[in-house]
């Protein structure tokens, strides 16, 4: 089935609760499906307007999404190269955190993956904690030199109030069960003017317009809801944090992103490409090696015309990914 040619059902939903504010009236926008061919529906809250995965994941299904093959069998979630490109990026970020607060301030990082971006701060003279679900990112960020590792989820009581000088989750926020509770936790343990970054796939993109249910940041049943710039900036209000920056480009992201749609558009199954640069080899081996090495020569050979794509539309507002800076009043 193309793009283009899935159909829209617009009958109001009763039954499936939003993820954010729990009321029980949306509207089922498209169909998607996820790697292991298990179907659900996108939805759009009519009360706090927040785009939703339904049904909700049953425990065997998140628990099939989060196996071994998602972060990575080897030593690094990704093939060499790919890996080392994204430690720059991680560096990248450390350095965006290092612009709004000077060491020895206090750090946190929800979803710290293998604790790299938590190192580059610890390096520069941060104090900084992680937290990680079991697994083998977690295993690897035990090995970050001086990190304190919290292995499990952010909790009620697990760091006193107005603890930390700034907060991150980086595309960490849309796989939270409960997000309301988390920013509750959040408001408490930061400081007075200390800064929440969060960034997250942009449900108002261009490219998730275009692509729908084949889009990859979709990435059922991984990624449970969903928010435009605007609606995240007024709930954040709520919880007293104010927008002070606002981004929408990622070289990181948005170009591949835009590859892998185009890709899910002629291929039986999503993320193909996705997973060989992760060396599933288990998922790809339905695929004959000339089919990996010409979605990779894709890869390569279209990346400059697609980084063009992705910075247009992130100058009109409407980039794959968005990137919010918070200050807590």
């Not at 009958?11 to 009321?23: E, F, G, K, Q, S």
Request: include cysteine.
């Amino acid at each position: 089935m193309s793009c283009s040619s899935q159909k829209i059902n617009r009958r109001i939903d009763t039954i499936n609760p939003c993820v954010y504010c729990r009321a029980r009236r949306s509207v089922k926008e498209y169909p998607t499906y996820s790697i292991g061919h298990d179907h659900f529906s996108i939805n759009r809250c009519l009360v706090c307007r927040t785009v939703f995965l339904t049904p909700s994941p049953t425990p065997e299904q998140l628990k099939q999404a989060y196996d071994d093959s998602y972060y990575g069998r080897g030593q690094a979630k990704f093939i060499g190269f790919i890996e080392r490109v994204l430690d720059y990026f991680r560096s990248a970020r450390a350095r965006k955190v290092s612009k709004y607060i000077s060491p020895p301030a206090k750090i946190l990082d929800i979803g710290c993956g293998n604790g790299n971006f938590l190192g580059n701060l610890i390096d520069k003279g941060y104090e900084a904690c992680g937290i990680e679900l079991p697994g083998k990112a977690a295993q690897r960020a035990r090995k970050i030199p001086r990190l304190h590792l919290k292995i499990g989820r952010l909790s009620a009581n697990g760091f006193p109030d107005k603890y930390f000088d700034a907060i991150t989750m980086w595309h960490v926020f849309e796989h939270l069960s409960e997000p309301k509770n988390t920013l509750e936790i959040i408001q408490k343990i930061i400081k007075p003017g200390g800064y929440l970054i969060i960034s997250m796939p942009n449900i108002e993109s261009f490219q998730s317009r275009l692509f729908r249910g084949k889009w990859l940041a979709l990435d059922p049943p991984k990624h449970l809801f969903f928010m435009g710039a605007s609606d995240l900036a007024s709930n954040m209000k709520k919880f007293d944090f104010d927008l002070i920056k606002l981004n929408y480009f990622s070289l990181e992201q948005n170009p591949f992103c835009i590859q892998q749609s185009i890709l899910n558009c002629f291929l039986d199954d999503r993320e193909v490409l996705f997973e060989a640069l992760k060396g599933n080899n288990t998922y790809t081996k339905h695929y004959p090696p000339c089919s990996l090495i010409l979605q990779k020569i894709f890869y390569i050979g279209s990346f400059p015309l697609f980084a063009f794509l992705a910075t247009v539309e992130s100058a009109l507002g409407k980039g794959g990914t968005m990137e919010l800076i918070f200050r807590k009043t």
